[in-house]
């Protein structure tokens, strides 16, 4: 079985400071991660992913992430925010193992992220 | 804007009745998945269907089930509506299996239950 933690509900940043939204992962085989964003009474938007490769992962809007294999952890980063960013941030993980994804993506509970101007 | 869209955006049914929700995938795209969303939650996997074929399901009951056509479009049809089933149902597309690649969500569709 396959879980994500998001470890906090919601993240106060001042507007122009880093922010740092946390997930860690489980899973039995390879894993595959992903960052959504859902703004109020919408869909989800992709942000980015990790496959293999480089540990650290640039993705929309300035965001990246960067996989930590020994810590199995997958956090979201952007050195600057913006008040636009405020919205609910979403970790998802599939295992590599599965076939073709049938199993679906994994994902925490979210966390709002809140940029005080 | 992805180029996923669902339909209808709202709806409001009684528990026992029947509801049926519709998805037009992503032009390319032959893989769609059907999500969960309950309030405060992350969204959790219904079931997923690659040509026409369920190929993949989470953990809900039989009284879920769905439909791919030719055209790659979706349905998600729920029998017996439970209050629990409020929600909202997030449609995704992909090419081919979800595989590696991103999943494109729709808007969705907000189901309650009285």
């Known amino acids: 079985a396959q879980s994500v933690a998001q470890p906090e509900d919601q993240v106060n940043v001042a507007e122009g400071n880093p922010l740092t939204v946390k997930c860690t992962y489980s899973?039995?085989?390879?894993?595959?991660l992903f960052w959504y964003v859902q703004y109020p009474n919408r869909g989800l938007q992709f942000l980015l992913k990790?496959?293999?490769?480089?540990?650290l992962v640039k993705g929309s809007y300035g965001f990246e992430a960067e996989f930590n294999k020994s810590q199995t952890s997958f956090h979201l980063k952007k050195p600057s925010a913006l008040v636009s960013d405020s919205a609910l941030y979403f970790c998802?993980?599939?295992?590599?193992?599965?076939?073709?994804?049938?199993?679906?993506?994994?994902f925490g509970k979210g966390t709002h992220l809140i940029i005080q101007p | 804007e992805t180029g996923v869209t669902q339909s209808p955006t709202h709806l409001i049914k009684t528990r026992g009745q029947q509801v049926t929700l519709r998805c037009s995938s992503q032009?390319?795209?032959?893989?769609v998945s059907w999500y969960q969303q309950a309030l405060g939650q992350g969204p959790q996997f219904i079931f997923q269907?690659?040509?026409?074929?369920?190929?993949g399901r989470g953990n809900f009951p039989p009284r879920f089930s769905g439909l791919q056509f030719p055209n790659y479009s979706s349905e998600l049809n729920v029998n017996a509506l439970e209050l629990d089933d409020s929600a909202l149902y997030l449609c995704?597309?992909?090419?081919?299996?979800?595989?590696?690649?991103?999943?494109?969500f729709g808007e969705g569709s907000r189901l309650t239950v009285l």
């Open positions: 995704a597309s992909s090419f081919a299996w979800a595989g590696t690649g991103e999943l494109f």
């Open positions: 899973v039995s085989g390879n894993p595959y």
């Open positions: 990790y496959i293999t490769g480089d540990n």
């Open positions: 998802a993980v599939r295992d590599g193992y599965s076939g073709g994804g049938a199993d679906g993506l994994t």
């Open positions: 032009s390319g795209h032959n893989t």
């Open positions: 269907y690659y040509r026409e074929e369920e190929n």
